[in-house]
């Protein structure tokens, strides 16, 4: 992406994030519509719509040739990865704002042909704004974020995921992800991947598992995690795919390989 366009998709980028982080503030403590989609636990509100059509409506009015792909379907649906595409979750951990009012993010990653450039992550409640233009650093506002030490031990991570996989014995041996927790220092759940991914990257957090996540959940806290030297791929060791829903395994450089060769000794 030609640097000129690019910072001013970022400007624009960051001045919407901040505009509808402000306007689901000021909206959140009116009814919320609760919806369930997939499964009685897998919710959407008002506000996750309402919040989606803000940046579809932003984007196609001054970018029309870029696409979207957005968890609530008012964006396109790209086959390929040709030109700009937003890939954008309006609320990253809906469980979180409709149970917690807080520990939610708006994540908004935008790739050109393929090439993740733009990352942000916008922790609302926290007024926390996470953001990365490839090649130029990672940010928590307007603190730089250090790469990522090499030198780190399982026994001494703490490791971000879901509790519901560590039930599910289906894709990998519930015993082999026992002993995994057991392995590792610490075990967390925060609720939304953005901001899961975004804890790797300035080290709140050593590595993140989820069995399966879709593209909006983790497009933007990819690219910033990457800048930071950070590792992702699936539960396979596969290249994350932007079109597809998979399972996710990221962690700091030292890490990856250590939890991989873990997690494949119980893969189904
Ligand atoms: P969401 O809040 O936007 O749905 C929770 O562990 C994380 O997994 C959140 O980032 C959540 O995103 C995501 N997730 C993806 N699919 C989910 C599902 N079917 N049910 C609950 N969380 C899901
Ligand atoms: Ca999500």
Not at 130 to 136: A, D, R
Not at 145 to 165: D, T
Request: charge should be negative; hydrophobic fraction near 40%.
């Amino acid at each position: 992406m030609e640097i000129h366009h690019r910072d001013t998709v970022y400007q624009d980028a960051k001045k919407w994030v901040y505009e509808a982080g402000k306007i689901i503030k000021e909206q959140m403590n009116n009814p919320l519509n609760i919806e369930t989609k997939s499964n009685a636990n897998d919710l959407v509100t008002i506000l996750d719509k309402q919040t989606e059509k803000f940046f579809v409506e932003k984007i196609k009015d001054k970018y029309p040739d870029h696409q979207i792909i957005g968890e609530e379907g008012y964006g396109d649906q790209p086959k390929e990865l040709d030109g700009t595409i937003w890939v954008i979750d309006p609320i990253d951990g809906t469980m979180n704002f409709v149970h917690q009012k807080k520990f939610f993010a708006i994540s908004v990653g935008i790739l050109h042909n393929g090439v993740g450039e733009i990352g942000l992550i916008y922790d609302v409640m926290n007024d926390t704004l996470y953001h990365v233009k490839k090649g130029e650093g990672a940010f928590r506002d307007s603190q730089q974020l250090p790469l990522l030490s090499r030198n780190k031990q399982l026994n001494e991570a703490i490791v971000g995921m879901n509790y519901f996989w560590l039930c599910e014995n289906r894709l990998v041996d519930y015993q082999v992800m026992q002993g995994f927790i057991r392995t590792v220092r610490g075990a967390r759940t925060y609720g939304s991947a953005a901001l899961e991914l975004a804890y790797i990257a300035d080290g709140t957090l050593d590595g993140y598992l989820s069995m399966r996540l879709s593209p909006w959940d983790v497009a933007a806290g990819i690219i910033l995690l990457q800048e930071v030297g950070g590792i992702v791929s699936n539960i396979d060791g596969n290249e994350w795919d932007p079109l597809k829903k998979s399972s996710i395994l990221a962690s700091n450089p030292a890490l990856h390989k250590t939890i991989l060769d873990i997690i494949k000794k119980g893969r189904k």
